[in-house]
C-alpha cells in the first residue's frame, strides 16, 4: 500500500513534468516552432477539457448509479460538435469578428456591448465555476486518501484536517502557480498560450490513455474477457442497470443530454477553448469527427470498469472511486497509480483552463469598468494600464481558486461528484437562450435577455443551489422542508407543488422556462438601442462578408493622436505601435502622423483591438469618451444597414457589368489587333506589287526611249538590227512578266472572293505530282538538286483542275529546288516527293502528297505568315529569288477551292515538309451530292482509300 | 447546387443522430439479445456513434472542399468565348 506522502510526491513529479512541458513549449513557440500547438489535433485535444475528473471518477460512478445516464453527458457534445457548420463556426466568425474575449463578453456585444449584462454573466459564472473547480480538488484529495487506503467508503473527509495536510490544497496552489505563469503571457484572449495549450493537449491524452489502460484491466485482467464481463448482468441488479434501459429513463435522459449540450457551448472554458481560442474555422471540421471519437473511446472505457467495480469490489466502495479501486484491489499498484495520475491530469487541465477563462471574465467584465472610473485611471495622461491589467489577471486567478478551494473545503463530503457537475450544468445553461436567440433572432434585445438571465438565474440558485447546500448542511433545511415563511407552495424542490419530480429535472424546467419566456417575452415588448440594432445585424448575418464593415459607417470623429494614446495606456507602448502601423500600412500611408484627421474605421480598429483585451464594453466606453460624434440614433443605424444592403446589391451589378464590359473591350482590342496587322499587311501589299510593277515597267521604258531616241536621230547612227531586236524582245520580255503578275493578283483576288468557278473532273493527284516533277527536272539539274520520285505506282483519284493543281506543286517544287542550300552547306542537296503517311483521323477519306526537302527550313518567324499573299517573298532583306512571291499564297487558295489543303508538316533547319491534301475523288462527289444536307460521318462511306495511300 | 445539398446533409446528420440518440427510438435496441456476449444495446448505441463520427468526417470534408472552392477566385471565361481565329 502507497503512503500519503509517496503519493503526494509522484503527483508533484508529474506537476513538475507539465511545467517543464509547458516551458519547453513556450521556449519552442518563441523560436517560432510552435507550429504542433495551431494544428487541428492540438485544438480537438483542448477542446477535450471537458472531460474533467468528473468525467474520469464521476462517469464510472454515475454509470453504477444509474446506469446508462452517463452517456448523455457525451451524446450532447457529439451532437453539438456534429452540428458545428451552423453553431460552432458561426460562433467563431463572430468571435474572430469582434475580437470577443469570453462568453459574457460575447453576450454583452450582441445586445449592444452592454457592461451590465457581461458583469451579471461574470458573476453567474463565478457562482458555477467555484464549485465545480471544488469538485476537482475533492476528487484528487479523494484518490490520494483512497490510494493511500485511508477511505474507502465516504469520499473524502477534510474536517479535522489543517489546510497544509490538504492535499486539494497543495493541488489548488500549483495550479494558481502554473496558471500565472503560462496563462497570463498575452494580455489579449485570442492569442493563445502555447504552454498551457501543449499541457492541456497533453493531459488530453494522459487521462485517455489512463482511463484506457483500466477499462483493459477490467476485462482482461479482472475478468477472462468481454463475455464473463457481461455473464455477471444476469445476477447483479446494478449491471442490469447498465445494460438496459430504465423504466422511465425518458426525461432525465433528454433532461442530461440537453444540459451537456448547452454546457458545451456556455461553460466558461468550453467557450474558451472552443471558441475565443480557435485560430482556425477548418479545424472545427477536424474536431466534428475526432472529438466525438475521444468521447465514444470515454465512454467505451467507463462501462466495464463500472461492471467489473460492481461486481467484484465490497458494496462499501464509493462507485466515484471504481476506476482506482479496481485495480487497487487486485494488487496492481503501479496500475492504480496510473489511474490516479489520469484523474490528476482530468482535474488539473479543468482548472488551469477554467481559471484563465475566469480570470479574464473577473477582470474585463468586473474589475476593469471599476478600475477605469477611478480618477488614476481615467485620465489620458496615466501610466501604463496594460500592466495593472496583467496584475489584475494574476489575482483574479488566485480569487477563483481560492473561491473554488473554500467552498471545497466546507462542503466535505456530501454530495457525490456527479451531482454537483449536472448543478453547474444547469447553471451555465442559462445563458443559452440568450446566447442561441442572439445568434439567429435578430429581434431579442438587452432588456430581454438581461431578464431571462437574471430569472433563470435566481430559479436555479433557489430550486438547485439551495437544496444542495442544504444538503451540505448550510442551513437551508427549514426553507426545503417547508418552504419559505412556512409557504409550502414555494418549496425549492417542489415548486408550485410540482412534487415528485427528479429535482435536477424539476430545477432545469422552472429557471429554463422562465429564462425563455421572459426572455422572449420581454424582447417583443422593448425596444433595441441603436447600437443593439447594430450588433444584432452584424451577429445574425455574421457569414454575409459585407456586413461586418458596418460599425465603420458611423460617422464619428476622433483624432488619431488621441485614439493612439488611448491604446498605448491600455494595450502597452510595443503593442500600440504595432497597431498603428499595421494600420497605417494597410492605408498606404507612412507615418501614424499622416493618417487623415477623421476616420470612422480608425475608431472601429481601435476598439476592436482594445476589445480583444479588456472586453467589448469596457473598450466601447473608454473611445465612447474621446470619440465625438454624434449620438447614434436608429434611424441612422437602420439607414447604415439599408445603405449597406442596397451598396451590395449595387456592387453586385456593378461586378457583373465590368466583366461584361472587359469582355467586349478584350474582344475589341483583339480585333483592332488584327485588323491593324491586316491594315499594315495591305499597305506592305501595296508598296511590293508597286515596286514588283514598277521594275519590269522602268525596263520597258529605259529601252523603248532608247529605242525611241535612235529612230528620230533618223538612219545616220541607226541602231544595228540586231541590238534593236534584243532591246524589243527585252520590252518583250518583261511586258509579259508584268502581265504574268498582274494576272496573278487578279487570279487571287478573285480566288479570295470565290469568283472563280472551275470545271473540276476526276484526276490522279499523283500523276499530276509527277507530272510537274518532270517539269521541274531542267530547273533541279541546274540547280544541282536531285530530285527522287517516291510516288511508286500510287493512284490517288481527286477531283481537281489539273492545271491548277499542277501549278500548286510546280510552286513547292520550284521553292524547294530555289532555296535549297545543302549544297552549299557540303551536302548533297534534295527534294523528295512521296505519298503522306495517311493523315490521323482521315480514314483513307483523303489523298496526300508530301513534298520534303533538306534545305534551310522556314524560320519560325515567318511561318505563321508563310501562306499570306505578304509572305516571305514580300518580306524586305529576304533572299529573294525570281518569282513574284504570291506563290504560296495562290496555291493555297486553288487547294481550298478543291476542298483540299496545303500546309506545312514540318519545319528544322535540317529541311521542311510541306504536304497536299484532297479527299478521295468518290468522297468528294459524295459531299458534292449532300451539299446542304448535314455532314456524313466518315463511317458513312466506303472506305475506298486505295492500298497505296495505306502505306 | 452542391453546397445546398451539403449544407443539407450538414442539417440532416446531428438531427439523425439526435432523433436516435433520444427516447422512442433508444428503446428499439434495448433487446434482451447479445452479440459477442456484449449486450445488442451497447453494441448498437456505439455503432451508431461510430457511424454518426464517420458521416460527420466524410461530410466535414466534402464542405470545406466546397467551400475552398467557393473561395477560389472567378475564372477566367474559357477559351470557347474568345472570338474564333481568322486563318485566312
Not at chain 1, 468586473?366 to 478600475?371: F, G, H, I, K, R
Not at chain 1, 469618451?625 to 444592403?645: M, N, Y
Request: proline share 4%; hydrophobic share 50%.
Amino acid at each position: 500500500m502507497l503512503t500519503t506522502g509517496v503519493i503526494i510526491l509522484i503527483a508533484g513529479l508529474y506537476l513538475g513534468g507539465l511545467f517543464l512541458l509547458a516551458f519547453w513549449s513556450e521556449r519552442r513557440a518563441a523560436r517560432g516552432r510552435g507550429g504542433f500547438i495551431s494544428s487541428p489535433l492540438v485544438y480537438t485535444l483542448s477542446l477535450a477539457v471537458y472531460c474533467t475528473s468528473w468525467t474520469f471518477y464521476g462517469a464510472v460512478g454515475s454509470a453504477s448509479r444509474s446506469g446508462l445516464e452517463f452517456l448523455t453527458i457525451y451524446l450532447g457534445p457529439t451532437l453539438v460538435v456534429m452540428a458545428w457548420w451552423f453553431l460552432l463556426r458561426k460562433l467563431v466568425r463572430i468571435s474572430k469578428a469582434q475580437r470577443i474575449t469570453s462568453i459574457a463578453d460575447f453576450i454583452s456585444a450582441r445586445y449592444g456591448k452592454s457592461a451590465s449584462i457581461s458583469a451579471l454573466v461574470t458573476i453567474v459564472s463565478v457562482a458555477v465555476v467555484a464549485p465545480y473547480i471544488a469538485l476537482q480538488l475533492k476528487a484528487v484529495a479523494a484518490s490520494v486518501d483512497a490510494l493511500a487506503g485511508l477511505h474507502q467508503a465516504a469520499t473524502v473527509d477534510v474536517h479535522g484536517r489543517s489546510i497544509l495536510a490538504d492535499t486539494g490544497f497543495w493541488v489548488a496552489v500549483c495550479m494558481a502557480v502554473f496558471t500565472i505563469l503560462f496563462g497570463t503571457r498575452n494580455q489579449s484572449a485570442d492569442e493563445r498560450q502555447p504552454g498551457v495549450v501543449a499541457a492541456i493537449a497533453f493531459e488530453s491524452i494522459v487521462k485517455l490513455l489512463s482511463l484506457g489502460a483500466i477499462a483493459v484491466f477490467a476485462i482482461y485482467g479482472m475478468n477472462s474477457g468481454l463475455g464473463e464481463l457481461f455473464d455477471r448482468a444476469d445476477w447483479h441488479e446494478g449491471v442490469q442497470r447498465l445494460t438496459t434501459l430504465q423504466e422511465d429513463f425518458e426525461t432525465r435522459w433528454l433532461v442530461t443530454l440537453f444540459l451537456s449540450a448547452a454546457a458545451f457551448i456556455c461553460l466558461p472554458r468550453q467557450f474558451h477553448v472552443g471558441i475565443v481560442e480557435n485560430t482556425n474555422e477548418r479545424h472545427l471540421a477536424t474536431a466534428s469527427w475526432m472529438f466525438p471519437l475521444y468521447l465514444l473511446l470515454v465512454s467505451l472505457f467507463v462501462i466495464p470498469i463500472a461492471i467489473s467495480g460492481m461486481t467484484q469490489l465490497p458494496e462499501t466502495v464509493n462507485p466515484d472511486l471504481y476506476v482506482l479501486m479496481v485495480p487497487q484491489s487486485a494488487g496492481q499498484t503501479e496500475l492504480a497509480l496510473i489511474a490516479f495520475i489520469g484523474g490528476l491530469s482530468a482535474a488539473t487541465s479543468m482548472v488551469i483552463v477554467s481559471s484563465i477563462a475566469m480570470s479574464i471574465m473577473i477582470s474585463n467584465h468586473l474589475v476593469t469598468p471599476l478600475l477605469l472610473r477611478l480618477s488614476v485611471f481615467s485620465q489620458q495622461r496615466t501610466a501604463d494600464f496594460s500592466k495593472v491589467l496583467i496584475l489584475v489577471r494574476r489575482l483574479s486567478i488566485i480569487a477563483i481558486l481560492s473561491l473554488g478551494f473554500i467552498y471545497y473545503y466546507s462542503i466535505g463530503t456530501t454530495s457525490p461528484l456527479a451531482s454537483i457537475g449536472l448543478i453547474s450544468f444547469a447553471g451555465v445553461a442559462q445563458f443559452l437562450p440568450a446566447l442561441i436567440g442572439g445568434v439567429y433572432w435578430e429581434g431579442g434585445t438587452k432588456s430581454g435577455a438581461l431578464t431571462g438571465l437574471i430569472a433563470g438565474f435566481a430559479l436555479w440558485t433557489y430550486t438547485l443551489l439551495v437544496p444542495s447546500f442544504a444538503g451540505a448542511g448550510w442551513g437551508f433545511i427549514s426553507v426545503l422542508d417547508e418552504g419559505p415563511f412556512g409557504i409550502a407552495l414555494l418549496q425549492p424542490d417542489a415548486l408550485f407543488g410540482l412534487a415528485g419530480w427528479d429535482p435536477l429535472v424539476h430545477g432545469l424546467t422552472w429557471s429554463l422556462t422562465a429564462n425563455v419566456i421572459l426572455y422572449v417575452a420581454v424582447s417583443l415588448f422593448s425596444r433595441q438601442s441603436p447600437l443593439e440594432r447594430l450588433q444584432s445585424a452584424v451577429f445574425i448575418n455574421a457569414f454575409d462578408r459585407s456586413r461586418t464593415g458596418v460599425e465603420g459607417a458611423i460617422p464619428r470623429s476622433a483624432a488619431p493622436e488621441d485614439l493612439f494614446r488611448l491604446a498605448r495606456r491600455i494595450l502597452g507602448r510595443e503593442r500600440a505601435d504595432q497597431l498603428f502601423a499595421d494600420y497605417a500600412k494597410s492605408r498606404g500611408v507612412e507615418r501614424r502622423a499622416d493618417l487623415p484627421a477623421t476616420d470612422p474605421a480608425l475608431i472601429v480598429y481601435v476598439e476592436r483591438a482594445l476589445a480583444g483585451s479588456i472586453g467589448a464594453a469596457s473598450a466601447r466606453s473608454l473611445v465612447a469618451r474621446i470619440a465625438k460624434g454624434e449620438t447614434i440614433s436608429l434611424e441612422s443605424v437602420i439607414q447604415i444597414l439599408d445603405e449597406t444592403q442596397e451598396a451590395i446589391r449595387y456592387s453586385r451589378e456593378l461586378e457583373k457589368k465590368s466583366r461584361e464590359l472587359e469582355k467586349t473591350a478584350r474582344q475589341l482590342r483583339e480585333a483592332n489587333a488584327q485588323l491593324t496587322e491586316l491594315d499594315r499587311m495591305k499597305d506592305d501589299f501595296l508598296s511590293r506589287v508597286s515596286h514588283e510593277l514598277r521594275t519590269p515597267m522602268t525596263s520597258i521604258r529605259s529601252f523603248s526611249e532608247m529605242l525611241v531616241e535612235q529612230g528620230a536621230e533618223g538612219g545616220a547612227a541607226a541602231l544595228e538590227g540586231e541590238q534593236a531586236q534584243r532591246f524589243l524582245s527585252i520590252i518583250q520580255h518583261e511586258s509579259v512578266r508584268l502581265t504574268r503578275l498582274l494576272d496573278q493578283i487578279l487570279d487571287l483576288n478573285r480566288m479570295e472572293n470565290g469568283q472563280l468557278d472551275w470545271e473540276l473532273q476526276e484526276v490522279d493527284l499523283a500523276d499530276i505530282a509527277r507530272e510537274a516533277a518532270e517539269t521541274m527536272r531542267g530547273l533541279a539539274q541546274n540547280g544541282d538538286v536531285a530530285l527522287i520520285d517516291g510516288l511508286g505506282d500510287a493512284r490517288l483519284p481527286v477531283l481537281a483542275d489539273p492545271d491548277r493543281l499542277k501549278q500548286v506543286f510546280v510552286n513547292l517544287l520550284s521553292n524547294a529546288i530555289k532555296f535549297n542550300d545543302a549544297a552549299e552547306r557540303g551536302g548533297a542537296a534534295k527534294v523528295w516527293l512521296e505519298l503522306e503517311r495517311r493523315p490521323a483521323g482521315s480514314g483513307g477519306a483523303v489523298c496526300a502528297v508530301a513534298i520534303r526537302d533538306n534545305g534551310p527550313g522556314v524560320p519560325p518567324a515567318e511561318q505563321q505568315t508563310l501562306f499570306s499573299k505578304f509572305s516571305r517573298g514580300w518580306k524586305e532583306g529576304s533572299r529573294r529569288p525570281t518569282g513574284s512571291g504570291l506563290g504560296l499564297a495562290i496555291s493555297k487558295q486553288i487547294m481550298l477551292q478543291f476542298g483540299g489543303e496545303l500546309l506545312m508538316t514540318a519545319s528544322s533547319p535540317a529541311g521542311s515538309s510541306f504536304a497536299v491534301r484532297l479527299p478521295h475523288a468518290e468522297r468528294a462527289l459524295q459531299a458534292a451530292q449532300t451539299d446542304a444536307a448535314p455532314e456524313t460521318g466518315p463511317e458513312a462511306g466506303p472506305e475506298a482509300a486505295p492500298e497505296a495511300a495505306a502505306e | 447546387m452542391r453546397r445546398r445539398r451539403l449544407r443539407d446533409a450538414a442539417a440532416a446528420l446531428p438531427i439523425g443522430a439526435l432523433l436516435i440518440f433520444t427516447p422512442p427510438y433508444m428503446r428499439v435496441f434495448d433487446q434482451n439479445a447479445e452479440l459477442f456476449g456484449v449486450p445488442l444495446l451497447h453494441v448498437s448505441l456505439f455503432a451508431l456513434w461510430f457511424l454518426g463520427l464517420f458521416l460527420s468526417a466524410l461530410l466535414a470534408r466534402a464542405l470545406i472542399a466546397a467551400e475552398e472552392e467557393d473561395q477560389s477566385p472567378v475564372e477566367a471565361p474559357d477559351a470557347d468565348d474568345r472570338p474564333a481565329d481568322v486563318e485566312r
